[in-house]
Each structure stands twice: as structure tokens, then as C-alpha cells.
């Protein structure tokens, strides 16, 4: 009895010892759980504040990057801002400078036709209004073997190259200019040409220049000539009429000198005024003296320097003619010098006969340009030489107000 309850006591202690244990056990492994579990809630809140932190430099790196895109596009704006701002002072110098400048500027298209032309370059070739040459070809306002340089620099700039040519095209008024021509190719993004480039300078100024120097040196090579023969005519005259060798010296010496002082007076042009029969005695008397080969019929009438320098001057011309071809070339010629003055012309009328046979010349000399055209030009009147058999007549008309005018003599363009 005794030994079974102490077995008993040992069996009750046992199971309760194998109860114990497995409620430690239970407790170890629920602890562990939690362990564990706070371990993985602690793990996955760390992972949380990481991630969130990343979104967070992430958001802060994309909040940056959007300031600093703010920031460039506000500089490109500003950038764009300044540039519009420059591109419009440049279009607008530029459309002052084409307004302004004097040079003709077009532009062409490919077919040679004209598309633009600056203000500055439709007030050089008086163009009212651009209507009056949009569309038209570029080559017709070129005159002469200027047209076919213009169509040969069309096609060498539709070709990529760049001509410059010389020469006339007139105003659409009429009025001749002289224009030194670029003709340049216009490239498009593909390096072809898209059009025409044509900027043209006025150089009428050097053209006048170089046409008076010509014609200052025909007049005096004309001059020379006329002088020599003159000098040979009163020779020959002088010792034909003169009873010896003193008075044909005496003769010869006097017709010298006052042909010196015509041409003193054609060089000098001193005068003030001078009476019209003065300034036709003395440039007669040059060349026939006072003999009675001529008539001199005409009022008195006080004219300015230039009237009577021009006279003067036409009546050397005359002068000379007559020496030579005229009636003084014999010794039975005659000359009629007539004149007359109304309230609105003057009218001047050179008529010889007596004189050998005349005919009209096959070719207009110099002489008669200047007799014709070129003298009378300076007085604003116009003349016409005439040559029926009898003798050569010269008439010349002017307006009455050009025998005062002070202005100096003009030459007429080419």
C-alpha cells in the first residue's frame, strides 16, 4: 500500500512534470513566435521606412529635376524672349536700310520674274507704285547688248554662280540710267537655289563724266583741226589779196591775233554782259576782218555771259566752215547774219552764198553736232542747218529768257 502510493506520487509528479514541460514548450514556441513576428513587423517596418525614404529622395530628386526644368525653361524663355526681341530690331533695321539705301535690291524667282523691290530702288526708277513691275521679267529693263547679259547672269545665278555686268536700263519714266548689276543665287535648306538676288547701283554720274570727257576731247581735237585749217585759210587768203608781202604779213598778223582773242574769250568767259552786235562783230572780224564780205542786220540787245559765250562760240564754228568749205573759201562769197528778239523768242539766222556749189555732207561731223545739238542745248533752243546749192544756212530759235539766264551751259546725255 505504502509502495503504491508512493508510485502513484511519482506517476501524478511525472505527468505533471510531462504537463509542465509541454506548457514550457508551448510558452517557448509561442514565444518565439512572437519573436519571430515582432522580428518580421520590425524587418517590415524598417523595409517600409526605407522604401519610403527612397520615395521620398526620389520625389525630392523629381521636385529638383522639375525646378531646374522650371529654371531652364524659364532661361529658354527669357532666351527666346531677348533673341524675338533682336529679330525684330534686326527686321526692322533691315527694312530701314532697304528703305533708305539707294541701290535697287529685287528679288527674282526662278523664271527671272520680279517678286520684290525695295522703296529706295523704286524711287531710283521712278516707280509709282510696285504694281507696275510684279511679275515682270527682270531682263526687259536692261536696253541694248545689256539684255542679253542680263539673260546670261539669270541663267549663271539659277546655276549657283554670281555675275556683275554694267549697263543702261531706263527709269519707268523714260530717263536713261547707268547701273552696275550683281545677280546672286538665293539657296534653300537643300543648298539649290530658290530664287534670285539682284542689287543694282546707279552709276549714271560716272558715265556723265566719262561722256564730257570724251566730248570735251572730240572738241578739242575738233578745235586743233579747225585752228590749223583756219590759220592755213587766211594764209593762203591773205597773201592772195595783199599787194606784197608786207601788207599780206600785216594781214595775216591782225586775223592771228584776233582769233587768239576769240578763243581767249571761248576759254576765259569774263564777261559779265555784253551788247549781241558786239559779240557777232568781234567774232567775225577774227576771221574776215573789216572787209564787206558780210551784212550784220539785227537789234542791239544786252545778253548774259553764257548767251554770248555760246554765240560767240557757234559762230567760230560757223566761221571756220565757211574758210574752209563756204563762202570765204573763194573770193566772191557772202555772208547774211541776221537776228531778231520778241517778247518770247530770240531767232538767229547764218545764210551764205556766192560760194562754191553745196551739198549736203554724206556723214555728220562732229562740227555739225556741235552747231546742231550740242550748243543750242545751252541756250534751251534748237537748231537746223540746211544746205541748199546757193550756200549753207544755219537758223537757230531760243527762248528770249535764255539770253539773260545766268545759269552755266549744260551738255545734253548721251
Same mark, same amino acid.
Given at each position: 500500500?505504502?509502495? /503504491?502510493?508512493?508510485?502513484?506520487?511519482?506517476?501524478?509528479?511525472?505527468?505533471?512534470?510531462?504537463?509542465?514541460?509541454?506548457?514550457?514548450?508551448? *510558452?517557448?514556441?509561442?514565444?518565439?513566435?512572437?519573436?519571430?513576428?515582432?522580428?518580421?513587423?520590425?524587418?517590415?517596418?524598417?523595409?517600409?521606412?526605407?522604401?519610403?525614404?527612397?520615395?521620398?529622395?526620389?520625389?525630392?530628386?523629381?521636385?529638383?529635376?522639375?525646378?531646374?526644368?522650371?529654371?531652364?525653361?524659364?532661361?529658354?524663355?527669357?532666351?527666346?524672349?531677348?533673341?524675338?526681341? *533682336?529679330?525684330?530690331?534686326?527686321?526692322?533695321?533691315?527694312?530701314?536700310?532697304?528703305?533708305?539705301?539707294?541701290?535697287?535690291?529685287?528679288?527674282?524667282?526662278?523664271?527671272?520674274?520680279?517678286?520684290?523691290?525695295?522703296?529706295?530702288?523704286?524711287?531710283?526708277?521712278?516707280?509709282?507704285?510696285?504694281?507696275?513691275?510684279?511679275?515682270?521679267?527682270?531682263?526687259?529693263? @536692261?536696253?541694248?547688248?545689256?539684255?542679253?547679259?542680263?539673260?546670261?547672269?539669270?541663267?549663271?545665278?539659277?546655276?549657283?554662280?554670281?555675275?556683275?555686268?554694267?549697263?543702261?536700263?531706263?527709269?519707268?519714266?523714260?530717263?536713261?540710267?547707268?547701273?552696275?548689276?550683281?545677280?546672286?543665287?538665293?539657296?534653300?535648306?537643300?543648298?539649290?537655289?530658290?530664287?534670285?538676288?539682284?542689287?543694282?547701283?546707279?552709276?549714271?554720274?560716272?558715265?556723265?563724266?566719262?561722256?564730257?570727257?570724251?566730248?570735251?576731247?572730240?572738241?578739242?581735237?575738233?578745235?586743233?583741226?579747225? /585752228?590749223?585749217?583756219?590759220?592755213?585759210?587766211?594764209?593762203?587768203?591773205?597773201?592772195?589779196?595783199? !599787194?606784197?608781202?608786207?601788207?599780206?604779213?600785216?594781214?595775216?598778223?591782225?586775223?592771228?591775233?584776233?582769233?587768239?582773242?576769240?578763243?581767249?574769250?571761248?576759254?576765259?568767259?569774263? @564777261?559779265?554782259?555784253?551788247?549781241?552786235?558786239?559779240?557777232?562783230?568781234?567774232?567775225?572780224?577774227?576771221?574776215?576782218?573789216?572787209?564787206?564780205?558780210?551784212?550784220?542786220?539785227?537789234?542791239?540787245?544786252?545778253?548774259?555771259?553764257? !548767251?554770248?559765250?555760246?554765240?560767240?562760240?557757234?559762230?567760230?564754228?560757223?566761221?571756220?566752215?565757211?574758210?574752209?568749205?563756204?563762202? @570765204?573759201?573763194?573770193?566772191?562769197?557772202?555772208?547774211?547774219?541776221? @537776228?531778231?528778239?520778241?517778247?518770247?523768242?530770240?531767232?538767229?539766222?547764218?545764210?551764205?552764198?556766192?560760194? &562754191?556749189?553745196?551739198? &549736203?555732207?554724206?556723214?555728220?561731223?562732229?562740227?555739225?553736232?556741235?552747231?546742231?545739238?550740242?550748243?543750242?542745248?545751252?541756250?534751251?533752243?534748237?537748231?537746223? *542747218?540746211?544746205?541748199?546749192?546757193?550756200?549753207?544756212?544755219?537758223?537757230?530759235?531760243?527762248?528770249?529768257?535764255?539770253?539773260?539766264?545766268? /545759269? &552755266?551751259?549744260?551738255? &545734253?546725255?548721251?
Amino acid at each position: 500500500m505504502g509502495a /503504491t502510493t508512493e508510485e502513484n506520487r511519482v506517476a501524478a509528479l511525472e505527468a505533471e512534470l510531462t504537463a509542465l514541460r509541454e506548457e514550457l514548450e508551448a *510558452l517557448r514556441r509561442k514565444s518565439h513566435q512572437q519573436s519571430t513576428d515582432a522580428a518580421d513587423a520590425a524587418v517590415a517596418s524598417t523595409r517600409r521606412e526605407h522604401r519610403h525614404d527612397r520615395e521620398m529622395a526620389s520625389e525630392r530628386g523629381r521636385t529638383a529635376a522639375a525646378e531646374g526644368r522650371a529654371d531652364q525653361a524659364e532661361w529658354r524663355h527669357a532666351d527666346l524672349s531677348a533673341a524675338h526681341e *533682336l529679330l525684330l530690331k534686326s527686321s526692322e533695321f533691315s527694312r530701314i536700310i532697304l528703305q533708305t539705301m539707294t541701290d535697287r535690291v529685287s528679288l527674282l524667282d526662278l523664271d527671272g520674274r520680279i517678286e520684290f523691290m525695295n522703296a529706295g530702288g523704286q524711287r531710283a526708277m521712278e516707280i509709282d507704285n510696285f504694281s507696275q513691275v510684279a511679275g515682270h521679267p527682270w531682263i526687259e529693263l @536692261w536696253q541694248g547688248d545689256e539684255r542679253v547679259k542680263a539673260g546670261e547672269a539669270v541663267e549663271a545665278a539659277k546655276a549657283g554662280h554670281t555675275t556683275q555686268f554694267e549697263g543702261p536700263a531706263n527709269t519707268a519714266k523714260g530717263n536713261r540710267r547707268y547701273w552696275e548689276a550683281t545677280l546672286s543665287p538665293v539657296f534653300g535648306p537643300n543648298g539649290k537655289p530658290i530664287g534670285l538676288l539682284s542689287v543694282s547701283r546707279d552709276v549714271t554720274a560716272r558715265y556723265e563724266v566719262e561722256f564730257h570727257r570724251r566730248l570735251l576731247f572730240e572738241e578739242m581735237h575738233h578745235r586743233i583741226k579747225n /585752228t590749223l585749217a583756219t590759220v592755213q585759210a587766211i594764209t593762203h587768203q591773205s597773201m592772195r589779196q595783199s !599787194a606784197d608781202m608786207a601788207e599780206a604779213e600785216l594781214s595775216i598778223s591782225q586775223r592771228l591775233v584776233a582769233i587768239g582773242k576769240a578763243h581767249d574769250l571761248l576759254i576765259q568767259n569774263e @564777261w559779265i554782259s555784253a551788247d549781241i552786235r558786239d559779240v557777232v562783230s568781234d567774232a567775225v572780224r577774227a576771221y574776215i576782218g573789216n572787209g564787206a564780205r558780210m551784212t550784220l542786220e539785227g537789234p542791239s540787245i544786252v545778253v548774259s555771259s553764257k !548767251a554770248a559765250l555760246t554765240i560767240a562760240m557757234l559762230l567760230h564754228e560757223l566761221c571756220t566752215n565757211a574758210f574752209k568749205h563756204g563762202a @570765204w573759201s573763194n573770193r566772191t562769197g557772202f555772208i547774211d547774219i541776221t @537776228w531778231l528778239l520778241t517778247a518770247q523768242a530770240f531767232n538767229f539766222r547764218w545764210a551764205e552764198r556766192g560760194g &562754191p556749189p553745196v551739198k &549736203p555732207p554724206s556723214r555728220r561731223s562732229f562740227g555739225s553736232r556741235l552747231i546742231e545739238t550740242l550748243l543750242p542745248t545751252a541756250l534751251d533752243g534748237r537748231a537746223t *542747218l540746211s544746205f541748199p546749192p546757193t550756200g549753207l544756212v544755219f537758223e537757230l530759235q531760243a527762248p528770249s529768257q535764255a539770253l539773260v539766264d545766268q /545759269t &552755266p551751259m549744260k551738255t &545734253p546725255a548721251e
